[in-house]
Structure formats: C-alpha cells, structure tokens
C-alpha cells in the first residue's frame, strides 16, 4: 500500500502562487503515473494535471499557469500554482496510478491523499 500526504495549501489573494507537495511513503516506483485533482464545495472531482514518463499533461483551465513536477523516484511530487483565481478554489488531492488507464478520469487512480485546501480570494 501506497499512502500520499499533501502539504502546501493555505489562502493566498488573486494573482499569487503556491507550491504544493505530496509525500509518498511505501514502495513507489517511477513508472506510476502521479497526478493531481481538485474538488470544489458542491462540485464533483476535476482533474488538474499529470506526469508519466517524464511527460506531462494539464487541464486547460490550469495550463501555462500551473507545473506538476516530481524528484526521480516518485517519492515526491510537487504541484507550483501560479496566477491562481478564485475560481482555483478547492481540496486539491494527490493520486497515484500503477497502471495506464485514461489520465484524467479519477477511477484511473489507485491510491488517494487526504487532501489540502487551496483558498484564493480577490
């Protein structure tokens, strides 16, 4: 079992920036695919960005504002928020994908964070 802790979030004003973690403890290996989500009061779960094999891929609300990244091992993988908008708003979580699937649909992944607010305000 994979267990993933994110760390990060916090309130920051329109236009400013964070940098989110996730803490992978267990065996992760370097081929799973790690991604992040976000999930608004009243909304369901959106997918936010991946990276598998060195590649990455965004949604388009998030694009050429946020960066996923991550150390060799997968131990570590980070979420840089950028230009953040209210509409940014939400629980972003961390998840984890041993085997390929579609990388933006939540039932791709098999292991969960608990989650860490993200509150932008005007």
């Known amino acids: 079992q994979v267990q993933l802790v994110e760390s990060g979030g916090g309130l920051v004003q329109a236009g400013g920036s964070l940098r989110l973690s996730c803490a992978a403890s267990?065996?992760?290996?370097?081929?799973?695919?790690m991604g992040w989500f976000r999930q608004a009061p009243g909304k369901q779960r959106d997918f936010v960005a991946r990276m598998s094999g060195g590649s990455t891929y965004y949604a388009d609300s998030v694009k050429g504002r946020f960066t996923i990244s991550g150390d060799n091992g997968r131990n570590t993988v980070y979420l840089q928020m950028n230009s953040l908008k209210p509409e940014d708003t939400a629980v972003y979580y961390c998840a984890a994908a041993p085997f390929g699937g579609i990388d933006y649909l939540a039932r791709t992944y098999t292991y969960w964070g608990q989650g860490t607010q993200v509150t932008v305000s005007s």
């Open positions: 267990g065996r992760t290996f370097r081929s799973y695919v």
